[in-house]
């Protein structure tokens, strides 16, 4: 971690879908952090009443941190939050809609990272490595909101393979101009289904080509997290989805048999001729670096993305922790003989691919005095 993290007073923040696959990352990474203090716990009527010690399947490495292991989980009700600066949801998409209304009808900022408001077109869909500037867009939506809102806002962070992607394709496009086209292959993990996920007689010893409806989100919010913000003739301001320079995306989505870490095969087709060298390509990828680093997010990664030299990396066993799965990998970069440039990346889905993602935008937001 890096930052001035004495310059912040303690901040309380509330996690919703404490139990899960994020929410449990969200504690682990909660718990060390220099000035988030995690203050209340929501999940299901199944879990709450319960200490989160008993209402919780740990499946993290580090034993479930002391701070929280007593406290009791509640609904996933806004009277349980009263004080929080921040609420981190981590809640499953059937549910989230609804409750992350109530929350921001509250007037409390929320943090999430289900899919229900990433299409809304006053929230923000921020990778925090790539678009800080759609904060922008917050001032609109409090406006917006009946009634309108001091504090309240609800933010989003991306799906985990798109995550992983937009990151190379937005340290590209600053380098060398738009990108034309965009070939994805992803290889999913398991922990991305959340928990228990598949039955392991559906995935162990196989590959699944198929994961519902994520192909459609990666070619549809890697286009609004790499747009602006234009400001339309009735004043308002909307995101501008790449436009005017079309990036046509097609994404091929597939399980595969690993715990955490999603890998995408990557090809890419630059408007500008003549396309940038393999080594120009490296070099524009390590030199990237993200607006949360140099604002003193703590929780942002030095390296924003690692370049690998050697010819069989990245791999999600030997990568998935580097920068506590808060950057991402890049490696076989090389000449595509049908677009113009391909490679690897690699995205720890449950760390910048979700938990990790939000926590550096409500660093943000923090920085940003947004959340005060
Ligand atoms: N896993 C990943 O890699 C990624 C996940 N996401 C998204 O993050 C969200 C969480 O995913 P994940 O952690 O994998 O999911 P899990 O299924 O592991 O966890 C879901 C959480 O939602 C809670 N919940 C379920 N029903 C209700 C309800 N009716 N009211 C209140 N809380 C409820 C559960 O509580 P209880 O234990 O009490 O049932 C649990 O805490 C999802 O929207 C997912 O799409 C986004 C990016 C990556
Ligand atoms: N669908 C992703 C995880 C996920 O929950 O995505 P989303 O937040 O877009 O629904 C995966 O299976 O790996």
Redesign the pocket.
């Known amino acids: 971690m890096h930052g001035q993290d004495s310059a912040h007073r303690e901040l309380k923040v509330g996690i ?9 990352r969200f504690i682990a990474l909660l718990a060390e952090h220099p000035y988030f203090v995690i203050h209340a716990l ?7 009443g319960k200490r989160y010690s008993q ?2 399947q740990w499946k993290q490495t580090a034993p479930i941190p002391h701070a929280v292991r007593d406290m009791v ?1 509640h ?2 009700k806004p009277e349980h939050f009263t004080g929080c600066s921040v609420v981190f ?8 809609g609804e ?1 992350e209304a109530d929350f921001r009808r509250a007037d409390l900022a929320v943090f999430s ?3 229900n408001y990433r299409r809304d077109p006053t929230v923000p869909l921020i990778v925090p490595l790539v678009n800080s500037s759609h904060f922008a867009m917050i001032p609109q939506q409090r406006l917006q909101h009946k009634p309108p809102l001091k504090k309240g806002f609800i933010l989003t ?1 991306a ?2 393979s798109t995550t992983a992607v937009v990151v190379p394709l937005a340290a590209l496009e600053k380098a060398f101009g738009p990108i034309e086209s965009c070939m994805i292959t992803t290889m999913q ?1 398991i ?5 228990p996920g598949l039955p392991s007689m559906d995935i162990l010893d196989n590959v699944v080509p198929h994961i519902g409806g994520e192909e459609e989100k990666i070619e549809w919010e890697t286009l609004k997290i790499l747009g602006g913000i234009v400001d339309g003739d009735d004043g308002l301001k909307a995101f501008d989805m790449h436009s005017p320079s079309p990036l046509r995306i097609s994404a091929s989505c597939n399980r595969v048999p690993v715990i955490e870490g999603h890998t995408e095969c990557v090809s890419v087709r630059f408007a500008r001729r003549p396309p940038p060298s393999p080594q120009q390509v490296r070099e524009a990828l390590t030199a990237y670096t993200s607006d949360a680093y140099a604002l003193g997010c703590p929780s942002a990664p030095r390296h924003t993305i690692f370049v690998h030299e050697e010819p069989d990396r990245p791999q999600p066993r030997l990568d998935r922790d580097y920068q506590r799965g808060a950057g991402v990998s890049v490696g076989r970069v090389r000449q595509c003989r049908v677009l113009d440039i391909k490679f690897v990346v690699l995205a720890n ?2 760390a910048i ?2 938990a990790t993602s939000s926590i550096i935008n409500a660093e943000l937001a923090v920085t940003k005095g947004i959340i005060a």
């Open positions: 919703l879908g404490a139990t899960g696959t994020v929410g449990q929501g999940a299901s009527h199944r879990s709450a209402a919780v989980v609904e996933c949801s981590g809640l499953d998409a059937d549910v989230a409750i990272n289900a899919k962070n799906n985990c993990a922990s991305g289904a959340g928990y889905n449950v691919g979700a």
